[in-house]
Structure formats: C-alpha cells, structure tokens
T-cell receptor, first 115, second 115 residues
Framework: DGGITQSPKYLFRKEGQNVTLSCEQN?????MYWYRQDPGQGLRLIYY???????QKGDIAEGYSVSREKKESFPLTVTSAQKNPTAFYLC??????????????FGQGTRLTVV | AQSVTQLGSHVSVSEGALVLLRCNYS??????LFWYVQYPNQGLQLLLK??????LVKGINGFEAEFKKSETSFHLTKPSAHMSDAAEYFC?????????????FGSGTRLSIRP
C-alpha cells in the first residue's frame, strides 16, 4: 500500500533533549512538508522540501531542523532550542503539477509531549 | 503575503440543515485550493480540490465548493448535514514560496451537528 508513515505515534521527551520524528513516503512524491498543530491554531508550516538535498523554512522553523537525503524520507528534529515543543506534528507529501504542488497526503501524525 | 482565512472557528448546525464553511485566501496569482477534514487524533483527509477548469467542484461525502476569483473565496457547502460530518475542517492553498511551492492552511473550523 502506498502512503506516508510517521513514527512513533507518541513520543515523550525530557526538557533539553533533541528528538527526531520520522517520516517516510512511498508515493514517489517530490514535495514533502512538516506541520505543527496546536488547538485553535490550525496547521503551521515548519519546513518544506521540493527536491532532495534542498529545503526551505516555513513560518515557524526556529528550534527545528530537517534533512532530505532521500526522496522518500524527510525527518524532523525538534531541538532543545524549541521553547514549547509539545504539539501534534504532521508530515505530508505532494506531487507537482504545473507551477504548483497539488494536494498534500498526510501521515497519521506524531504527538510529542515534553515531560 | 499569502494567507488563508477561515471565518468562524466553530459552526453548529442541526442535522439535515445546510452546512456553510467560509474560506478566503490572499494570493497575487490564482492558487490551487483545497478543503480537508480531520477527525480527532488523526491526519487530514482531502475532501475536494480546485486547480484549474470548472469553478464548482464536488468532493466526497456530498460536499462541494465554488472558487470565486472576484471574491477570493472558496466556501465549502453541503445541502444536508449528517451527524457523521462533525469534525474539524481546514481550507488550504498551494502557492509559490521563495523557491518552491508550498501549501498553507487556515486555522480550521470545528463543525458540530445538533440532533
């Protein structure tokens, strides 16, 4: 089955620790995205990538880092510099049609809690 | 700057009544437009999309939306609400970023259905 896999589903982190969220897709999509979701704030874009070895900051990139070494994989690291990391994180991918990317396909999300 | 505005963070309708969820976008060029639905603790599912062509688009579960360029709107409607429609709904646009296309989301509208 084609799709996007995020792991783990639940993640607990101690303050001051870095943690990496996994995102893998087998849809052969070029573009991948990371969003953060907090109650009442919708989805806010953290980072996005159109091609391998290239990525751009979204609206709330501070305290996060990403890599895109393979087309299928786009891991997100939440660093200790992120002051309020507790949130629901969603990874997505999409194809490019014409000048823009078409609809995003989403994973099931990772809920990160700082303890 | 490109943005998406959803009017009303919470909409409540009676079962069988018309559903209308509002979305306005800001973009210098016509974007691609999407509506998504999210059930608790899950990822997002695409309801419908507009890229080019017919401005009235039909989606899953009886939903439809109309792209109105003059009003920069893409409102979501359903003639008759069902209890299973209770969920969070997000409007999104695909636009050009600094060097790649990105998808940005509105803050969401929670739809409640009264028996």
């Amino acid at each position: 089955d084609g799709g996007i896999t995020q792991s783990p589903k639940y993640l607990f982190r101690k303050e001051g620790q870095n943690v990496t969220l996994s995102c893998e897709q087998n849809l052969n999509h070029d573009a991948m995205y990371w969003y953060r979701q907090d109650p009442g704030q919708g989805l806010r874009l953290i980072y996005y990538s159109q091609i391998v070895n290239d990525f751009q900051k979204g609206d709330i990139a501070e305290g996060y880092s990403v890599s895109r070494e393979k087309k299928e994989s786009f891991p997100l690291t939440v660093t200790s510099a992120q002051k309020n990391p507790t949130a629901f994180y969603l990874c997505a991918s999409s194809i490019t049609r014409g000048p823009l990317n078409t609809e995003a396909f989403f994973g099931q999300g990772t809920r990160l809690t700082v303890v | 700057a490109q943005s998406v505005t959803q009017l009303g963070s919470h909409v409540s309708v009676s079962e069988g009544a018309l559903v209308l969820l509002r979305c306005n976008y800001s973009s210098s060029v016509p974007p691609y437009l999407f509506w998504y639905v999210q059930y608790p603790n899950q990822g997002l599912q695409l309801l419908l999309k507009y890229t080019t062509g017919a401005t009235l688009v039909k989606g899953i579960n009886g939903f439809e939306a109309e792209f109105k360029k003059s009003e920069t709107s893409f409102h979501l409607t359903k003639p008759s609400a069902h209890m299973s429609d209770a969920a969070e709904y997000f409007c999104a646009v695909s636009v050009r970023g600094s060097s790649a296309s990105k998808i940005i989301f509105g803050s969401g509208t929670r739809l409640s259905i009264r028996p």
